[in-house]
T-cell receptor, first 115, second 116 residues
Framework: KAGVTQTPRYLIKTRGQQVTLSCSPISGHRSVSWYQQTPGQGLQFLFEYFSETQRNKGNFPGRFSGRQFSNSRSEMNVSTLELGDSALYLC??????????????FGEGSRLTVL | AQSVAQPEDQVNVAEGNPLTVKCTYSVSGNPYLFWYVQYPNRGLQFLLKYITGDNLVKGSYGFEAEFNKSQTSFHLKKPSALVSDSALYFCAVRDASGNQGGKLIFGQGTELSVKP
């Protein structure tokens, strides 16, 4: 069974630009969540999607947005990029949600560098 | 508020010796606890979880963790460390407040270094 696939793996943008990251969950998994990982802040929750609906959102500005499609694939978008947005963005999927969701399965991440 | 603490930024162990990576948690209600490992430039790999049941949980690659409710701890252990265990380890708790199913709260991570 294929794991969580994230594209692109690496990308470089300049301040003010926008970026879209893609995530394909494990087949059959309906919940997708996103995390930002930086050396200073560690792993921080961005948002969670289930059945094409955002179920949960972390404490990030509105420049960070996402969506989920009917096939459970998800995208996240960051507009008006800032230097501080440079990070590893991790996508994770699980079969369900709530307390019975079980463990999250993570992709390899998309490493964004903002110049 | 739910939180996880990993008190050690780095743990150094000689190959063949037992290792412990510490984690303490603070939750309201029953804890749902996880350990993940991250190798350089890779995503997080699931090691083990505690939901309910036996306090000693066995996981992947020979790792185990001991849940201690009175000390609110969930330390990761391995009887005999390998050089290949060198990586960044994260403890996490599922946010059980409301309907926060997919949200994990992570500790800051502990860098494990195993020397030959």
């Amino acid at each position: 069974k294929a794991g969580v696939t994230q594209t692109p793996r690496y990308l470089i943008k300049t301040r003010g630009q926008q970026v879209t990251l893609s995530c394909s969950p494990i087949s059959g998994h309906r919940s997708v969540s996103w995390y930002q990982q930086t050396p200073g802040q560690g792993l921080q929750f961005l948002f969670e999607y289930f059945s094409e609906t955002q179920r949960n959102k972390g404490n990030f500005p509105g420049r960070f947005s996402g969506r989920q499609f009917s096939n459970s694939r998800s995208e996240m978008n960051v507009s008006t990029l800032e230097l501080g947005d440079s990070a590893l963005y991790l996508c994770a999927s699980s079969q369900g949600r709530g307390l019975d969701a079980g463990e999250l399965f993570f992709g390899e991440g998309s490493r964004l560098t903002v110049l | 508020a739910q939180s996880v603490a990993q008190p050690e930024d780095q743990v150094n162990v000689a190959e063949g010796n037992p290792l412990t990576v510490k984690c303490t948690y603070s939750v309201s209600g029953n804890p749902y606890l996880f350990w993940y490992v991250q190798y350089p430039n890779r995503g997080l790999q699931f090691l083990l979880k505690y939901i309910t049941g036996d306090n000693l949980v066995k996981g992947s690659y020979g790792f185990e963790a001991e849940f201690n409710k009175s000390q609110t701890s969930f330390h990761l252990k391995k009887p005999s460390a390998l050089v290949s265990d060198s990586a960044l380890y994260f403890c996490a708790v599922r946010d059980a407040s409301g309907n926060q199913g997919g949200k994990l709260i992570f500790g800051q991570g502990t860098e494990l270094s195993v020397k030959p």
